[in-house]
């Protein structure tokens, strides 16, 4: 049961790291058309910057849980290099649970922040009068996601 549990988790971080990479792709296209745009035609689609933000946003928060779980995240290993294999294990299961906290933590907070935006229709001050509320869906998707693969790597470490 618990390994079905990891599969899906594993897979759902992977999928949230297709779609990272797909919004990469998408800053990547707006900002060439937008350069082709200006040097061709000398107009512009006045949109790209805010766009690309809105999509370097998905890029961060998408891709968080896949980094996590293919140990990309930054680690410093001075203390841990010090320790023996059973402290380790206790500060890394200490660590990790104090990061499931600030992630659960941030993970409510940025849900209660996108109902409040969509309940008040809040939209940005530009051109494009984007609804906020749908570039911000992708910061409690990520925590969402992160925080199963730290739950995740808790139970690994326990059950080690």
Do not use: W
Request: with cysteine; charged share 20%.
């Amino acid at each position: 049961m618990i390994n079905k549990f990891f599969k899906a988790v594993d897979k759902l971080c992977d999928y949230g790291a297709y779609l990272s990479s797909f919004f990469m792709i998408l800053i990547v296209a707006l900002i060439l058309f937008e350069i082709m745009l200006r040097t061709f035609f000398h107009t512009s689609t006045l949109i790209s910057d805010e766009f690309s933000a809105y999509f370097f946003v998905s890029v961060v928060m998408l891709g968080l849980a896949y980094t996590f779980k293919e140990d990309g995240h930054i680690r410093i290993t001075l203390i841990l290099s010090r320790l023996g294999k059973k402290a380790e294990k206790i500060l890394d299961i200490v660590t990790s649970t104090i990061a499931l906290i600030l992630t659960l933590f941030i993970f409510y907070h940025s849900l209660i922040m996108v109902f409040e935006t969509c309940r008040l229709d809040m939209r940005a001050d530009s051109i494009a009068e984007t609804p906020l509320f749908i570039p911000e869906i992708a910061i409690p998707i990520g925590f969402f996601l992160f925080s199963l693969q730290i739950i995740g790597k808790i139970i690994r470490r326990i059950r080690q």
